[in-house]
């Protein structure tokens, strides 16, 4: 699906964590675009004005935009006195969710240097029963970062993430609902789904259809231990195949990003990375010609 290849990106530090290295590979392999998580093992929020307004230049001048501030804004603790489970920080340090209010503000200042009105969040470290027992709380904070996002013009993209109160596609469809607003959508990522053993089609998707507004794309095995573990995508459980051709019926018209995750055995993370998108585009090349 041509389409499809004209709306792909991918997370820089997925390629390299020097910026100029992976925004060179994400050229010559004609991606579009890029999302923005970490450079040099430091957290984008940290990025000074002047690094982000260097990081734009160098991605326009090889023909990219960047899409989305990919943060790690609500990955912390509801309530640090509550037990939670907790997933990777990318370089950044626990903090209060209040602080975080404050890392949103710097991720839209960012996102404004760096020409992209996106930023990824999250919905808080997972508790047990989060969405019975907290959801309340959850869509209050929710609904306060989408209030700065509206007076920003900035969209909030709501992933679902296993390590968090919003881990599944049901979880954070709910979230959304509940917040009510234009500036809060959901980031779907059919490979987060698979990892916590959920199915990501059709179920997943169908939770999530109505309110998505970007797609991550990574693929996963369950190992002899019954553990998951990356593999490049469409060697894995996700069925790609038909998730991608519900989102062309259905009229998705918004980006996609590998996050593969995947670094094969004595290699690289950009090799690993190029595998997943040959793998993509062989099997993209397989849709459409079913599609004909």
Known sequence: MEQIRDRLGVITDEVSPDIITALDFAAAK??????IRSIDNRNVLTLSDEEADRIR????????????IASPV?????????QVAEGDRFNQ???????????????MELAERLGTNRIRI?????????????????????????KLAEGRGMLLLLENEPSCNGGFAS???GLASAVQSPALRVLWDPGNEQYGSRPSFPDGYAAVR??????????????????????????????YEAQFQALREDGYTGLFTIETHYIPEDGTAMEGTAMSLDGLIELLGRTQSEAR
């Open 210 to 239: 109505e309110l998505l507004a970007h797609v991550h794309l990574k693929d996963v095995v369950i190992d002899a231990a019954g553990q998951p573990r990356p593999i490049p995508i469409g060697a894995g459980l996700v069925p």
């Open 122 to 146: 999250f919905s808080f470290w997972r508790e047990d029963e989060p969405i019975d027992r907290f959801e309340a709380e959850i869509v209050s904070h929710l609904t306060r970062a989408a």
């Open 74 to 82: 609500f990955k912390c603790a509801l309530d640090p006195s509550r």
């Open 93 to 107: 340090a626990e903090r209060s969710a209040e602080e975080h209010y404050d890392m949103l503000k710097r991720a």
């Open 30 to 35: 004609g991606l579009k675009h890029v999302e």
């Open 57 to 68: 230049m160098e991605a326009e001048s090889r023909g990219l935009f960047i899409s989305c």
């Open 171 to 173: 979880e954070v469809a």
